[in-house]
């Protein structure tokens, strides 16, 4: 399974260019909406199902107060229930929040996204991406005017009338790759890595950022080489996860190894080594206590790769 994919709500891409019909939706009863504070959302801990965290999200009608503006907030889509929207409350102060925060609190999805539902934690990922990029895109990066938002947040137009340039929301695309090494059929091993910003003992494939004008296998075999020293041949796609922490689309590969010998570059990668199907068995869950190197997050599309190709060795 890969989590953040797989949206059910109806986007309803064509009527939210429609202004009328949005403030429909936004008014009518059923409407529900989620509250996100600097990139984190309103959940509460289920006490009786061990602390798991759920999500929150009000009707309407319950936090006409906290917002007229349609600039917070965003349409995320249609369900069986209703419309749903996501309000950004970033620039309230804690005792206007008090009263509908409560014993709830703001958590960062990326601390908890496996746990949830994974219908809603796509839908949580989405609105939180979808709100940092309209709270990043307050000027135009043509003239430096304000952006007001149109279709619901999913477009903001200059509001020079000289200008008028529309933005929409961009998705940074990014490589992710599990290099294999075929060399003795009897033993395949896969590269993972440690980069300086993971916890002490994590280890993952390696990724990047695809440069303009590269493809996609360029990238890849640039990152691969780049960081540990490995030229790689044939390249496959596998799967992609939307990533919205903040912007990111994850695409992800297998590619085999040519050379074997890493040459960390000690910097970004602190250190790689090649793996067997059964070592990999051995490793901890992320987050868990342990001296021995642990798997990554189990809602990264990362943990994906390595499953996969563990699965398949063993
Ligand atoms: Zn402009």
């Known amino acids: 399974m890969i989590y953040y994919r797989e949206l059910s709500l109806d986007r309803a891409s064509e009527s939210r260019k429609d202004r009328e019909w949005l403030e429909q939706q936004w008014a009518r009863q059923q409407c529900r909406v989620y509250i ?42 249609l369900d069986r229930h209703g419309p749903m929207f996501a309000l950004d409350v970033s620039d309230h102060d804690d005792e206007v929040l008090a009263a509908y925060v409560g014993d709830n609190e703001f958590v960062d999805l990326r601390d908890v996204g496996w746990l949830l539902d994974s219908e809603q934690a796509a839908q949580l990922a989405y609105a939180r991406g979808l709100l940092f990029w309209n709270r990043n895109h ?26 008028a340039r529309m933005h929409f929301p961009r998705t940074d695309p990014a490589v992710i790759m599990l290099v294999e090494d075929r060399s003795n059929p009897e033993k395949p091993r896969c590269l993972l890595a440690r980069n300086s910003r993971f916890p002490s003992r994590m280890m993952s494939t390696l990724a990047g950022f695809v440069d303009p004008l590269e493809s996609l296998e360029e990238t890849v075999a640039r990152e691969v080489f780049e960081e540990c020293g490995i030229k790689v041949g044939k390249i496959e796609y596998q799967a992609s996860q939307p990533w919205p922490f903040p912007s990111s689309i994850m695409l992800g590969f297998r590619a085999e190894a040519l050379t074997r010998e890493i040459v960390v570059d000690g910097v970004e990668i602190e250190e790689a080594h090649w793996f067997e199907a059964e070592q990999l068995r051995e490793f901890g869950e992320w987050g868990d206590d342990g001296d021995y190197f642990c798997l990554p997050r189990r809602d990264s599309i990362a943990r994906f790769l390595v499953n996969s190709w563990m699965n398949e060795m063993l």
């Open 138 to 163: 307050r000027y135009c990066g043509i003239c430096g005017s304000p952006t007001q938002s149109e279709n619901g947040g999913h477009m903001r137009r200059c509001s020079n009338s000289g200008c």
């Open 36 to 77: 996100v504070r600097n990139d984190k959302s309103l959940m509460c801990w289920n006490k009786r199902k061990q602390d798991t965290p759920e999500v929150i999200h009000f009707p309407k009608v319950e936090i006409e107060n906290l917002t007229d503006e349609s600039e917070q907030r965003v349409f995320l889509g």
